[in-house]
Nanobody
Framework: QVQLVESGGGLVQAGGSLRLSCAAS???????????MGWFRQAPGKEREFAAA????????YYADSVKGRFTISRGSAKNTVYLQMNSLKPEDTAVYYC?????????????????????WGQGTQVTVSS
């Protein structure tokens, strides 16, 4: 079973920064499975929403309007690790953040923004931004 493990969450004041990490562990992905990795978040009482995604080789990135300009997604050289650098954090960024992997082939800015496009999910890490 492929596992995605997030880390780096915590409590931070508004205006501060956090860096989330997500690493794949356990059984390797199926042979030839090249995958986009994304970050979603879910605030209490709200639907899960897309935050950011990055394709297999890091040449394409996707951001929700709510985080664009503040968050940066990147991929480690080993491809099985993804990072989310979050700057200028706001109280409304408070949520559980999940990373996910998608084997879907898609091109265009509308890609990788829906949960159903992803095959594997992590357990989540809590981010709390105090005002």
């Amino acid at each position: 079973q492929v596992q995605l493990v997030e880390s780096g969450g915590g409590l931070v004041q508004a205006g501060g920064s956090l860096r989330l990490s997500c690493a794949a562990s356990g059984r390797t992905f199926p042979s030839g499975y090249t995958y986009t990795m994304g970050w979603f978040r879910q605030a209490p009482g709200k639907e899960r929403e897309f935050a950011a995604a990055i394709n297999w080789d890091g040449t394409s990135t996707y951001y929700a309007d709510s985080v664009k300009g503040r968050f940066t997604i990147s991929r480690g050289s080993a491809k099985n690790t993804v990072y989310l650098q979050m700057n200028s954090l706001k109280p409304e960024d408070t949520a559980v953040y999940y990373c996910a992997a998608s084997g879907r082939r898609c091109s265009g800015d509308g890609c990788y923004r829906a949960g159903y496009e992803y095959d594997y999910w992590g357990q989540g890490t809590q981010v709390t931004v105090s005002s």
